[in-house]
């Protein structure tokens, strides 16, 4: 069965960069969710869409942005990079008419500050 | 608010014996449940979910988690343990209903001894 996919796995960046993570749900689901886990954390929800439009945010810094495009994917924007943003980025998605509000997460996005 | 509290930030078990890792939510309405595993530099499965249908809920790998309301519980077994279980353990709460974030307990941190 096809799974959330995250892109890229793997990003290295500098201080005060930007950086771009992209996120494909499964598919037919109509919720996006975004999740920051640091270093021996649990995951931090950031922010979430429903059919396009931002349902949920939490803890997400003014720095970073995010949004679902028409075709469901979702991209989440982070600007002015700092050391302590480097994380492991979820993206994870559901679909209350389809997996019951069970959210699937994709394998994740490590970004690394230098 | 929902929140989750998971006993224990390491649990250490034998192979072969009982595994047993706790967690105990809140909520002001009726919740869903989880419990996610997270195995070394990967992304979150789902092992297993309470939607207020039978209260012994079963999971992937042999585990299974029992619902008590009246101690607002959810805890985890699996009554033998085996050395693939070793990773981390999040259990997650969301309100029912709709697009609805998950909330994540601490994580714990299960290590399997031969």
């Known amino acids: 069965a096809a799974g959330v996919i995250q892109s890229p796995r793997h990003l290295i960046k500098e201080k005060r960069e930007t950086a771009t993570l992209k996120c494909y749900p499964i598919p037919r689901h109509d919720t996006v969710y975004w999740y920051q886990q640091g270093p021996g954390q649990d995951p931090q929800f950031l922010i979430s869409f429903y059919e396009k439009m931002q349902s949920d945010k939490g803890s997400i810094p003014d720095r970073f942005s995010a949004q679902q495009f028409s075709d469901y994917h979702s991209e989440l924007n982070m600007s002015s990079l700092e050391l302590g943003d480097s994380a492991l980025y979820f993206c994870?998605?559901?679909?209350?008419?389809?997996?019951?509000?069970?959210?699937?997460f994709g394998e994740g996005s490590w970004l690394t500050v230098v | 608010a929902q929140s989750v509290t998971q006993l224990g930030s390491h649990v250490s078990v034998s192979e072969g014996a009982l595994v047993l890792l706790r967690c105990n939510y809140s909520s002001s309405v009726p919740p869903y449940l989880f419990w996610y595993v997270q195995y070394p530099n990967q992304g979150l499965q789902l092992l297993l979910k309470y939607t207020s249908a039978a209260t012994l809920v079963k999971g992937i790998n042999g585990f299974e988690a029992e619902f008590k309301k009246s101690e607002t519980s959810f805890h985890l077994t699996k009554p033998s343990a085996h050395m693939s279980d070793a990773a981390e353990y999040f259990c997650a709460v969301s309100e029912t209903g709709g697009a609805q974030k998950l909330v994540f307990g601490q994580g714990t941190r299960l290590t399997i001894n031969p």
């Open positions: 994870a998605s559901s679909s209350y008419g389809i997996s019951g509000n069970t959210i699937y």
